[in-house]
């Protein structure tokens, strides 16, 4: 077996801790399967399974290789996922690293002038944070991420997308301590209703907060912009929410936004992709689509 062949018998055993699967799956013989890994762990000199009645499983030299085999395995398929793409986007997959409320806010018209468009490419969406899309997109494991800028990683090209703002909201509760224009000094001594820290929106207002000498120390944090501006709607606290995101909230005066002497600086919604490979087809229409319609 060459060198490549190898890889794949090694990820894909390790995937289904099993040779007979792994055969299976490959269309080989166990034996086969088994004599390919026996050859790597020659050639490397180390054992990378152990070997039970329950199945094979790997070793921590057999996963820290498997994290990078299994990203070069995934390249690789997205390399020929692409060819296939060629034939005038009749066929092929694009895949998506976005969080929910952005696909919910600014994803979604997109997505559908696709569909209309080419009906045939799938479309596979990954959620996760905006750092858990990058890893993602340089993992092979999605095409393009659509992330909350900024953010910062010499390995992605960055495109800017739409403005975004940060602000403070609350429910009734709240109304009289909020009247009229207020420091931020002022808001984080209420109960505060943030994002988990992992956020990448989160690490934007918390920085700048910083940068003010102010830290922040929140009664709640939650893992979606949604429960953010329901926990306000029932006075649990003052949110740090979105404002384009929470018009519905706004306009309908269930929530109410903070008047701050001095508003957080705008940030950004962006595409993100790697700089060191080339978008398919597919990637490089969609991105399209979305300059354009912005342009209008």
């Known amino acids: 077996m060459s060198k490549l062949d190898l890889y794949k018998v090694f990820c894909t055993v390790a995937r289904n801790t099993s040779f007979s699967k792994a055969a299976q799956e490959l269309y080989m013989t166990q034996p086969a399967v088994s004599q390919g890994i026996m050859q790597l762990e020659r050639e490397l000199d180390t054992r990378l399974f152990t070997r039970t009645s329950k199945g094979v499983f790997l070793t921590d030299e057999g996963r820290l290789l498997f994290d990078y085999a299994n990203s070069a395995m995934n390249l690789i398929h997205v390399g020929e996922e692409k060819l296939l793409e060629l034939k005038n986007l009749t066929t092929g997959e694009l895949k998506i690293g976005v969080g929910d409320t952005i696909s919910k806010y600014f994803l979604l018209p997109y997505l559908e002038e696709f569909h209309n468009r080419y009906p045939n490419i799938k479309f596979k969406m990954v959620n996760g944070t905006t750092l858990e899309i990058c890893a993602l997109i340089k993992s092979g494991s999605v095409d393009i991420g659509i992330c909350n800028f900024p953010l910062e990683d010499p390995a992605l090209e960055l495109v800017p997308c ?16 909020l009247a009229g224009t207020v420091t931020l000094d002022q808001v984080v001594k209420l109960p505060l209703i943030f994002l988990e820290s992992k956020s990448n929106s989160r690490k934007y207002v918390e920085d700048y907060m910083l940068s003010k000498g102010i830290k922040i120390s929140p009664e709640f944090e939650l893992g979606s912009h949604h429960l953010l501006l329901e926990f306000a709607k ?8 979105t404002k384009e995101f929470s018009q519905k909230y706004l306009n309908t005066g269930v929530l109410h936004q903070v008047s701050l002497t001095e508003e957080i600086p705008k940030r950004s919604i962006g595409i993100s992709f790697l700089k060191s490979v080339s978008l ?3 990637s490089t229409k969609f991105v399209e689509i979305i300059k354009n319609k912005l342009l209008d």
């Open 234 to 241: 029932i006075n649990l606290g003052v949110a740090c929410v």
């Open 280 to 282: 398919s087809p597919a």
């Open 162 to 177: 739409t403005d975004i703002h940060d602000i403070f909201v609350y429910g009734e509760k709240f109304k009289s301590q």
